[in-house]
């Protein structure tokens, strides 16, 4: 990439001499736009006035002396870029070692050959340049990697979305279902995410596609007859074991959207634990595997409390809500064997946060009356 410095670029003499400004001035007023100033607080507030390409700095200024100048110039990110040349009378190697100490690219005499001095000032511009140029394309870069961050993100979501309400569609649960049930999941998550037998798991990246994921929870009911399905009242025993197929049948289709890739994102991975396990019982009682204990993955444990609560406390065409006093009964009498119980102790202490999410996702009457008049119509 080429670089070419500005048209008229900006140097500030910082010389306590009159003489000494004079001749540096003289030397560069041809090539460059020349600020003169003579006292070490001067420095600071023109260098902040007119941002210069590059700072002339003699290294004994009276006041604050150029070291100390050229630290606060340093310690500040409006003026921390430019680069610093220091004047001195004679070379001193301590002097020296102390300037690059404090970031000045450079340290000449007053002796120096002009044309010499000329050519390491461009030389200082040119790279302060280049290193410009680089921090704009680092800058655009991490723009573009943030944006198409935030578009996979919001991709990823909406087709999460789309398949969680295909299979709510066919179902009698609402869409507030799928908005209940993962912020109770991110609710219990998050009450976790210190607990020893969780915090190594329950990042807060994990705590996120648990929120994104948890809508999926049901997606194998596609795969269930309508006349099962959409069936009120109890299962006969052969209708239960067809209705018990679902979380494998949705395991199954998100193996199936991963085949052929060779790096699985870790949402999917997740999303297939949610799906497969959220049936399983902590004794081992539930399906399809009989996971027990630690076996069920931490992402179905925390499903299977959210998703159990939400039905007690559901109302539905064919049946009234329980009260929450009632529901939490039920979830107490369940740890240890429906539960986890490290999660129902998490789900006691979050009763009123629980209830919040309940009331503010609520299913109005009209929204079940069209659920119901919806399920009429697929029944035919």
Same mark, same amino acid.
């Given at each position: 990439?080429?670089?070419? !410095?500005?048209?008229?670029?900006?140097?500030?003499?910082?010389?306590?001499?009159?003489?000494?400004?004079?001749?540096?001035?003289?030397?560069?007023?041809?090539?460059?736009?020349?600020?003169?100033?003579?006292?070490?607080?001067?420095?600071?507030?023109?260098?902040?006035?007119?941002?210069?390409? !590059?700072?002339?700095?003699?290294?004994?200024?009276?006041?604050?002396?150029?070291?100390?100048?050229?630290?606060?110039?340093?310690?500040?990110? @409006?003026? *921390?870029?430019?680069?610093?040349?220091?004047?001195?009378?004679?070379?001193?190697?301590?002097? /020296?070692?102390?300037?690059?100490?404090?970031?000045?690219?450079?340290?000449?005499?007053?002796?120096?050959?002009?044309?010499?001095?000329?050519?390491?000032?461009?030389?200082?511009?040119?790279?302060?340049?280049?290193?410009?140029?680089?921090?704009?394309?680092? &800058?655009?870069?991490?723009?573009?990697? /943030?944006?198409?961050?935030?578009?996979?993100?919001? =991709? *990823?979501? &909406?087709?999460?979305?789309?398949?969680?309400?295909?299979?709510?569609?066919?179902?009698?649960?609402?869409?507030?279902?799928?908005?209940?049930? *993962?912020?109770?999941?991110?609710?219990?998550?998050?009450? @976790?995410?210190?607990?020893?037998?969780?915090?190594?798991?329950?990042?807060?990246?994990?705590?996120?596609? =648990?929120? +994104?994921?948890?809508?999926?929870?049901?997606?194998?009911?596609?795969?269930?007859?309508?006349?099962?399905?959409?069936? +009120?009242?109890?299962?006969?025993?052969?209708?239960?074991?067809?209705?018990?197929?679902?979380?494998?049948?949705?395991?199954?289709?998100?193996?199936?959207?991963?085949?052929?890739?060779?790096?699985?994102? /870790?949402?999917?991975? %997740?999303?297939?634990?949610?799906?497969?396990?959220?049936?399983? +019982?902590?004794?081992?009682? $539930?399906?399809?595997? $009989?996971?027990?204990?630690?076996?069920?993955?931490?992402?179905?444990?925390?499903?299977?409390?959210?998703?159990?609560?939400?039905? !007690? %406390?559901?109302?539905?065409?064919? +049946?009234?809500?329980?009260?929450?006093?009632?529901?939490?009964?039920? %979830?107490?009498?369940?740890? $240890? @064997?429906?539960?986890?119980?490290?999660?129902?102790?998490?789900?006691?202490?979050? $009763?009123?946060?629980? *209830?919040?999410?309940?009331?503010?996702?609520?299913?109005?009457? /009209?929204?079940?009356?069209?659920?119901?008049? =919806?399920?009429?119509?697929?029944?035919?």
């Amino acid at each position: 990439m080429e670089l070419f !410095l500005p048209i008229q670029p900006t140097v500030l003499i910082a010389d306590s001499s009159e003489a000494g400004s004079s001749v540096l001035k003289g030397l560069l007023q041809h090539d460059f736009t020349v600020h003169t100033v003579r006292q070490g607080h001067e420095v600071l507030a023109m260098a902040r006035e007119v941002l210069p390409d !590059l700072v002339l700095l003699e290294n004994q200024m009276a006041g604050l002396n150029g070291y100390e100048v050229c630290r606060q110039l340093k310690a500040e990110p @409006l003026t *921390q870029a430019i680069p610093v040349i220091f004047t001195a009378d004679t070379t001193d190697s301590e002097d /020296e070692d102390l300037a690059m100490t404090l970031g000045a690219v450079d340290y000449v005499t007053r002796s120096i050959n002009p044309k010499i001095l000329l050519t390491r000032i461009r030389a200082h511009l040119v790279n302060a340049a280049h290193i410009k140029a680089l921090h704009i394309d680092r &800058t655009y870069l991490e723009f573009e990697v /943030e944006k198409r961050a935030r578009e996979f993100d919001h =991709l *990823q979501q &909406t087709t999460i979305l789309a398949l969680a309400a295909l299979a709510e569609v066919r179902d009698s649960e609402t869409g507030n279902h799928l908005r209940r049930t *993962q912020n109770y999941m991110r609710t219990l998550a998050t009450q @976790l995410n210190s607990h020893p037998r969780f915090a190594a798991f329950l990042t807060p990246q994990v705590i996120d596609m =648990l929120f +994104k994921c948890a809508p999926l929870h049901d997606i194998g009911k596609v795969g269930i007859p309508d006349r099962i399905l959409l069936k +009120k009242g109890r299962y006969e025993p052969h209708e239960f074991e067809v209705m018990k197929s679902h979380p494998r049948l949705g395991y199954e289709a998100l193996v199936n959207a991963e085949y052929g890739s060779r790096h699985a994102p /870790e949402f999917l991975e %997740i999303a297939k634990q949610i799906v497969y396990s959220h049936h399983e +019982k902590w004794d081992g009682s $539930g399906y399809p595997q $009989g996971l027990v204990g630690d076996a069920i993955p931490v992402p179905a444990r925390l499903m299977a409390v959210a998703d159990v609560y939400d039905a !007690l %406390i559901s109302k539905r065409v064919y +049946k009234d809500g329980m009260s929450h006093e009632r529901a939490t009964e039920l %979830i107490v009498e369940g740890r $240890g @064997l429906h539960f986890d119980p490290d999660v129902v102790d998490a789900f006691l202490s979050l $009763g009123d946060v629980f *209830q919040d999410i309940a009331r503010r996702y609520a299913d109005s009457d /009209e929204e079940l009356a069209a659920k119901a008049a =919806l399920m009429d119509q697929v029944m035919g």
